[in-house]
């Protein structure tokens, strides 16, 4: 059976080959634009003494960000990824302590470089995939505070958290009025720079892809970024800064999925005139003509197919008995063929199976396999009946002729190895059996 190895390996070899093909959306880069929430972990904000949790609101250390990112592909599931951020960070701080009212808010602007691990390639069906990464980037910010209310008064906290337009003294009691904070960050709280603006930063990645389309896709992610400094708000104490970011990005791929080659040669080509067209002449347009190529002045149905007056399967142009009895079997010629006519022709080219198959087996070529197809076509034509195809290998019979034909095992091998057909290699063995005994 190594005759049989060796047609499978080949096939198995052009399938492989054939099948794969690399899309040019891995070649070209990807862009994404999108907007988030940042929220702010710090010093500011944490629990001090006398701290008044009910007048700080949950949603004080939450800001707005937004995100352009590039990305381009590296292999099966690997990226690399540039994003920038522009947004800002905020923290506030409510004490009956006077001295420990504060809040700040700083504008960032970042830019860092990412190794994305993503997975849409090893589930290529699936609409969402997750991803992760890390990274390293560049870190700038400024922070300012919010010290004067809308009227240009300047805040005095009281203790009891009152926020009043006059410094706590017995001589204000009476006269102070309350203020409301304006949220108007507009005082610098490090005037004389007395430390960098600026920092190293580790972004550690995770999110889902949303896949709409080839080329349009959605992230729903969040990034926690690690800074090397203590300062964005200002304090300067304690343990670095970090904060969050989750956003929704739409994100664009350039480039096109495979669609296979681009057949400029027929772009001169008028498609709406061939399916008018009839290239056999025979008066049934190509469209509807269900026999092409029929000779020219012969006679055909509606079908476009040639008049076969006694119904045995041979064209009255071919036919050389032309009333041949209802059901008789019948040669290529159309003529009738007795029982004893038929058991010797079938017998033999039973007597030639072994003598195929050695032939292959000695020659395992195309070449020799197109030999021998052509030689059973001939016998079949010649003596009008072949080997009766059994029940199990009638779905190898594309072509429904009740002939195994070369091309049809390759099609067989091809749906073994796509998980297209039930055929197993045992089956399979069989099937290359009855092609050289057929």
């Given amino acids: 059976m190594v ?23 891995d070649k ?3 862009l994404s634009l999108g907007s988030g929430v940042l929220i702010y972990y710090g010093n500011i904000g944490q629990n001090t003494g006398g701290q008044l949790n009910s007048q700080i609101s949950a949603y004080s250390r939450i800001r707005t960000g ?29 004490s009956s302590i006077p001295a420990n009212n504060v809040n700040f808010q700083s504008s960032i602007y970042q830019g860092d470089l ?25 870190l700038a910010f400024d922070p300012y505070t919010d010290l004067h209310a809308s009227n240009g008064d300047k805040y005095y906290y009281w203790p009891g958290g009152a926020i009043m337009n006059e410094p706590y003294t017995a001589a204000n009691l009476n006269t102070a009025t309350p203020l409301e904070r304006s949220y108007k960050y507009s005082t610098k709280m490090d005037s004389l720079n007395k430390y960098a603006k600026s920092s190293i930063i580790v972004p550690l990645t995770f999110g889902f892809n949303f896949k709409f389309t080839d080329n349009l896709s959605a992230t729903l992610g969040a990034t926690y970024f690690l800074t090397f400094t203590n300062a964005i708000d200002n304090a300067n104490t304690g343990k670095n800064d970090s904060y969050l970011y989750t956003n929704v990005s739409l994100k664009w791929s350039f480039g096109h999925a495979d669609r296979g080659p681009d057949n400029k040669q027929y ?23 269900k026999c092409p190529g029929t000779p020219k002045g012969v006679k055909v149905d509606a ?23 209802k059901g008789a079997m019948v040669d290529a010629n159309g003529v009738t063929q007795t029982d004893e006519m038929l058991a010797r022709k079938q017998a033999e080219w039973d007597a030639g199976a072994v003598e195929r198959s050695q032939a292959f087996n000695a020659n395992p070529s195309q070449e020799t396999i197109s030999k021998i197809e052509k030689t059973a076509l001939e016998n079949k034509k010649e003596s009008g009946t072949s080997k009766a195809l059994p029940a199990e ?5 594309y072509n429904k002729d009740g002939f195994i034909e070369a091309d049809e095992i390759n099609k067989v091998i091809d749906g073994f190895f796509s998980g297209d057909n039930d055929f197993t290699v045992e089956k399979i063995n069989r099937l290359i059996d009855f092609f050289f005994e057929q």
């Fill in 3 to 25: 005759s049989k190895k060796f047609l499978l390996g080949i096939c198995l070899f052009l399938v492989t080959k054939i099948g794969y093909s690399q899309s040019t959306l």
């Fill in 28 to 30: 070209f880069p990807s």
């Fill in 66 to 94: 937004y995100n352009l990112s590039l990305e381009q592909k590296l292999g099966k599931i690997f990226s690399l990824t540039a994003t920038g951020l522009y947004g800002q960070l905020g923290q506030s701080e409510r």
């Fill in 114 to 138: 990412s190794l994305i691990i993503r997975t849409d390639k090893l589930f290529p069906n699936s609409m969402v995939t997750p991803y992760i990464g890390f990274g390293a980037g560049y």
């Fill in 267 to 289: 772009n001169s080509v008028d498609f709406s005139k061939i399916e008018d067209g009839d290239s056999d002449g025979d008066g049934i347009k190509d469209s509807k003509d």
């Fill in 303 to 325: 079908d476009g197919c040639p008049l076969d007056s006694d119904g045995d399967g041979i064209p009255d142009y071919l036919d050389k008995e032309p009333n041949s009895k």
């Fill in 393 to 397: 290998f009638q779905a190898a019979d």
